[in-house]
């Protein structure tokens, strides 16, 4: 299936876009390649490969959780450049 000038004239139309006639042609030429692409596609035979999801198979890999009485942010401050009582020191962002 090709996509003619006219045909790309009345899609454009329908979903209200305006292109000038090189931006046109460009867009037909682009347009025109996907399509042969997807048609060279369509035309592979895949009947001996099984369907898939992924293009590889890999799994993932769980752990179970596992609770601790940790304190909630314990030691985070230590990593921080620069930290006040609970709360992290950043630059200002706005100036005046």
């Given at each position: 299936?090709?996509?003619?000038?006219?045909?790309?004239?009345?899609?454009?139309?329908?979903?209200?876009?305006?292109?000038?006639?090189?931006?046109?042609?460009?867009?037909?030429?682009?347009?025109?390649?996907?399509?042969?692409?997807?048609?060279?596609?369509?035309?592979?035979?895949?009947?001996?490969?099984?369907?898939?999801?992924?293009?590889?198979?890999?799994?993932?890999?769980?752990?179970?959780?596992?609770?601790?009485?940790?304190?909630a942010?314990?030691g985070?401050?230590?990593?921080?450049?620069?930290?006040?009582?609970?709360?992290?020191?950043v630059?200002?962002?706005?100036?005046?």
């Amino acid at each position: 299936m090709k996509i003619s000038k006219e045909s790309f004239h009345n899609i454009a139309d329908m979903v209200k876009l305006s292109f000038k006639e090189e931006e046109k042609l460009k867009l037909i030429k682009d347009l025109n390649h996907t399509v042969e692409f997807i048609e060279t596609m369509n035309d592979m035979n895949t009947d001996s490969q099984e369907p898939m999801s992924y293009i590889h198979n890999l799994k993932n890999v769980f752990r179970e959780d596992v609770a601790s009485n940790a304190k909630a942010g314990q030691g985070l401050h230590e990593n921080a450049p620069e930290s006040m009582s609970d709360y992290y020191v950043v630059p200002p962002i706005f100036h005046d």
